[in-house]
């Protein structure tokens, strides 16, 4: 990865220590850098949050909106010019609780857009609040007895919505997340990773998770591949989360939101 | 140049002056009593090569336009009441990082639901205070179908002159009505001011103009666009000096042109006793009861508020003549009657006349009121 994808002026980042999104970060950039893509033609597009703050310290252009609405800004700017990449970096919050219709809505039309979903189980920047990602019985600040709320599977829940490509990654599993996101960039047509990272300074602290390094290593433990986990039952499957590609369709044209053809 | 009168519906001169004016990029939620605009932008907008998007509500129907106009399109979208109540928080991200568009907003009765397919001017003052925080707003008020034309067009221009959100405030009305209008004058179009050097870009660095020069996406710039309080270089900063200096430029950049923005239409105010003031639909209601007063020889006048914001009160009171009494008839409880008691305080009478039943106020009805009240 070529430094000068990062604005080294807007260093350092005001994440935590050992917070997850400097590795979700660093994929993604190491993706796009991959892909060769011509570094003006790329726009990144956050909503609010500690995710959200990412695209800031990169030197494309970017575009911090409001909380959730990433999505339809990234629509906007893909149909007036179908020429840019345009990459959304948002938070399991602002994309599945307050920008969680615009989330559905994109992947159903097949806007090709790509959304990277830094996922830490919770609000980090209003201080470790509950998310529609945070799993049952959770200790949060909004549910100090743990969570009762039920959470989405994020992967199901775009596949359901007409997602064309979806996978899930984990920060430890960093070469797996890079290739990932390089493919979510490349296909065209709404693709979505949830990039799992961490919180070690709420969520992880509340729910005796360890250190940040520890956290980082346990994802070996409960992460497994979904080539393996094809291979065994769901009783084997308890309290693991699957990562791997589980959607990767080639996009119809006649129903993907290409833009019509000249009407006389 | 030849003459081309057509019938046209009002929403149906907003979609087609807004396409006159540029804008190639529309996306929207159905609404009554705006969905026409939405309609005929499906049908219009593949045929001059632009782009139609229905969105799933109109949040993000105002995000949308946001982001094509930050990619460089002239952009419109169009809604009423309730669905502007969902825009208010794009609204003031569009103010912050100063992208040009422009929102139709058609009254109908409110609050809520309230009467979907009945007139009124309640949404006046959200135009102006919809959003949180000190911002500034230029609000263009058309009163007939061949102005809503006329000033979709001037709205887009004004919108990519001065980088602001641009609000037209029709009503159920005038969306509705048919009236014929002469569409065959090419618009002289605005672009907007585009950087041409990247060494040293600052996108939000200004001239003596207050409006920066910010690079559509895409075009190598590396911009980087925040609804935090940002410096010149776009990035976001917490220090309260450049937090005052950003929302005094977003002031300045419209009230240092009051005089390209603001137009009023005044009718007979010079020797006026009795002058009425009003906007929209209402106010062809006060031309007509004008003429019947003066036909009785009574020194009536109009001011007509074609910009209702930024609103100039020096600019008022000079444009208002010596009338002893004020009439502000609307379509509401009495909002832009604020307006105008700030600007007079108590040196003139000032009246207001509200109709609060989702009809329109007559001609005769003005008549009436000034009888009865001994105006």
Redesign the interface.
């Known amino acids: 990865m070529k430094l000068d994808a990062l604005r080294s002026e807007r260093l350092p980042n005001i994440w935590c220590p050992g917070c997850g999104n400097g590795i979700v970060l660093r994929a993604l950039l190491e993706a796009i850098d991959q892909l060769k893509l011509d570094p003006d033609k790329v726009v990144l597009v956050s909503g609010i949050g500690c995710s959200s703050r990412a695209p800031a310290y990169t030197a494309f252009d970017n575009v911090h909106t409001l909380h959730g609405r990433a999505i339809p800004v990234a629509t906007g700017i893909k149909l007036a010019n179908p020429d840019l990449t345009v990459i959304v970096v948002t938070g399991d919050g602002d994309s599945s609780a307050i920008g969680g219709n615009h989330l559905i809505h994109a992947a159903r039309r097949d806007v090709d857009i790509t959304v990277i979903v830094f996922n830490n189980f919770n609000y980090g920047m209003t201080g470790g609040q509950g998310s529609p990602l945070t799993p049952v019985s959770s200790i949060t600040t909004t549910a100090p007895n743990g969570t009762l709320d039920r959470p989405f599977d994020l992967v199901n829940l775009a596949a359901g919505a007409g997602a064309t490509y979806v996978a899930r990654s984990g920060i430890y599993f960093t070469k797996h997340m890079v290739d990932h996101i390089r493919k979510a960039i490349a296909h065209h047509g709404f693709s979505l990773v949830d990039a799992v990272a961490q919180c070690p300074t709420y969520f992880g602290r509340f729910n005796k998770k360890g250190s940040a390094g520890q956290m980082l290593v346990s994802q070996k433990d409960w992460m497994v591949l979904k080539s393996v986990a094809d291979k065994k039952t769901p009783e084997e499957l308890v309290g693991k989360t699957v990562i791997g590609e589980f959607v990767n369709i080639e996009r119809n044209p006649a129903q993907s939101g290409e833009a019509p053809k000249e009407q006389a | 140049m030849s003459e081309r009168v057509v019938l046209m519906q009002g929403n149906e001169a907003v979609a087609e002056g807004a396409l006159a004016a540029g804008v190639r990029?529309f996306?929207g939620y159905p609404i009554t009593p705006s969905s026409e605009i939405a309609e005929v932008m499906a049908r219009r907008m593949?045929?001059v090569?632009g782009?139609f998007?229905q969105?799933?509500?109109e949040?993000?129907?105002i995000?949308?336009?946001?982001?094509?106009?930050?990619?460089?399109?002239k952009?419109l979208t169009a809604t009423s009441g309730p669905g502007f109540s969902l825009m208010q928080?794009?609204l003031g991200?569009a103010c912050m990082i100063e992208a040009p568009i422009v929102i139709l907003e058609s009254m109908r009765y409110g609050p809520s639901t309230g009467m979907p397919t009945k007139v009124s001017q309640m949404d006046l003052m959200q135009t102006r205070w919809g959003t949180h925080g000190d911002h500034w707003i230029i609000v263009l008020s058309p009163s007939s179908v061949e102005e809503s034309y006329q000033l979709t067009i001037r709205a887009v221009n004004l919108a990519e002159k001065y980088r602001n959100p641009v609000i037209l405030l029709s009503d159920e009305t005038i969306s509705h009505l048919r009236e014929p209008i002469d569409t065959s004058t090419t618009p002289t179009l605005v672009e907007r001011k585009l950087p041409v050097d990247k060494t040293g870009y600052l996108p939000y660095k200004t001239d003596a103009s207050l409006i920066p020069t910010i690079a559509n996406?895409?075009?190598?710039?590396?911009?980087?666009?925040?609804?935090?309080v940002h410096n010149e270089s776009g990035?976001?900063t917490a220090n309260g000096h450049v937090a005052e200096a950003l929302i005094e430029r977003l002031r300045d950049k419209l009230f240092n042109n009051l005089d390209d923005i603001i137009q009023y239409e005044s009718d007979r105010v010079e020797d006026a006793d009795i002058v009425f003031m009003s906007f929209g639909i209402t106010a062809r209601a006060v031309s007509e009861a004008v003429e019947s007063l003066r036909s009785q020889g009574r020194k009536a006048g109009s001011l007509r508020f074609i910009t209702l914001f930024p609103f100039d009160d020096d600019r008022v009171r000079s444009a208002a003549g010596h009338a002893r009494t004020v009439v502000v008839p609307e379509l509401n409880s009495g909002q832009l009657v604020l307006l105008i008691k700030r600007v007079f305080g108590d040196s003139r009478q000032i009246v207001p006349m509200n109709k609060i039943n989702g009809d329109l106020i007559s001609p005769q009805e003005i008549l009436s009121f000034v009888k009865e009240e001994n105006l």
């Open positions: 990029f996306a593949p045929q090569g782009t998007i969105m799933e509500d949040i993000s129907s995000m949308a336009i946001i982001g094509a106009s930050l990619a460089g399109k952009v928080e794009g991200y996406l895409g075009t190598g710039y590396r911009t980087s666009f925040t609804g935090l990035f976001q």
